[in-house]
């Protein structure tokens, strides 16, 4: 006559109040609530059930349970293990990611490195803009601070290619914001009257104000051509330049990145 093994149980109390009675071997498969039994003393009644971390929900608790329990039973082959593993980590982001919170505070590690490789796969082949909309993270980062160079510790050629595809296309971001501050330099107009151009430049006004823009009158060059037919002021007036004189140096428009982008990325390539 065979002896059936007497099982023993434990009480667990869930994040959300619900305190359920579960089998002791499948519980202490975790290390946080094995040491609450034997070091604390928990987990003896449903008065003194062992309290879990408040990431498990009563939800997450069946899953937990459920792997821990199919993985303690001896005599499965490795595919049979693998294809469970398969299935188990087959479900939404959100779970997934509730699932390895609440595997971390456990202590269960295989468990959590299931889940990890399982949220790392949800990554690839996605943009940044699509990882963000999929796992809920706020896009708080400029354009700069988004094409600032990548650490590169293991030396991977692909990271520095990205660091130097990024530094051109911050310069290039760089480039577009002065030519619009020379656009916007190049809008100013002059408010004075023709009158008071002309005797500026004749050195014969009182009192002359010194410039003052506005975008809503003539601008300078216009009001010149303009006076001639109706002023006369001697010999024609030598054609002046007034605009905004902006230079560029040769290195804004090389094809060569910038010495500091390329110094930093050289610095965190080391």
């Given at each position: 006559m065979g002896f059936k093994m007497i099982k023993s149980y434990i009480w667990l109390r869930t994040e959300d109040g619900s305190i359920q009675q579960v089998e002791k071997s499948i519980a202490i498969s975790s290390p946080m609530i094995c040491e609450e039994i034997v070091v604390n003393g928990k987990g003896s009644s449903k008065n003194c059930a062992v309290s879990l971390p408040e990431c498990v929900t009563t939800e997450i608790l069946g899953l937990i349970l459920n792997y821990c329990q199919f993985h303690?039973?001896?005599?499965?082959?490795?595919?049979?293990?693998?294809?469970?593993?398969?299935?188990?980590?087959?479900?939404?982001?959100?779970?997934?990611?509730?699932?390895?919170?609440?595997?971390?505070?456990?202590?269960?590690?295989?468990?959590?490195?299931?889940?990890?490789?399982?949220?790392?796969?949800?990554?690839?082949?996605?943009?940044?803009?699509?990882?963000?909309?999929?796992?809920?993270?706020?896009?708080?980062?400029?354009?700069?601070?988004?094409l600032k160079p990548l650490k590169n510790m293991t030396h991977h050629p692909h990271i520095r290619l990205l660091n130097k595809l990024n530094a051109r296309k911050l310069k290039e971001l760089n480039d577009k914001n002065k030519f619009k501050d020379v656009e916007v330099a190049e809008d100013l107009k002059d408010e004075r009257s023709i009158d008071d151009i002309l005797s500026f430049i004749n050195g014969t006004g009182e009192g002359v104000e010194l410039f003052c823009f506005t975008h809503e009158n003539e601008n300078l060059d216009n009001a010149l051509e303009a006076s001639s037919s109706k002023h006369s002021v001697g010999p024609d007036l030598p054609n002046i330049d007034l605009s905004p004189n902006v230079e560029f140096m040769e290195s804004d428009f090389a094809d060569d990145l910038d010495p500091v982008l390329q110094a930093e990325i050289d610095r965190l390539d080391t």
């Open positions: 303690q039973v001896t005599g499965r082959s490795d595919k049979e293990r693998k294809n469970f593993d398969d299935t188990f980590v087959r479900t939404d982001t959100s779970t997934l990611c509730l699932l390895a919170t609440a595997a971390e505070k456990l202590q269960l590690n295989h468990l959590l490195q299931l889940i990890c490789k399982a949220l790392a796969r949800e990554f690839q082949g996605n943009s940044p803009d699509k990882i963000r909309e999929k796992f809920h993270i706020q896009d708080d980062l400029t354009e700069e601070e988004k």
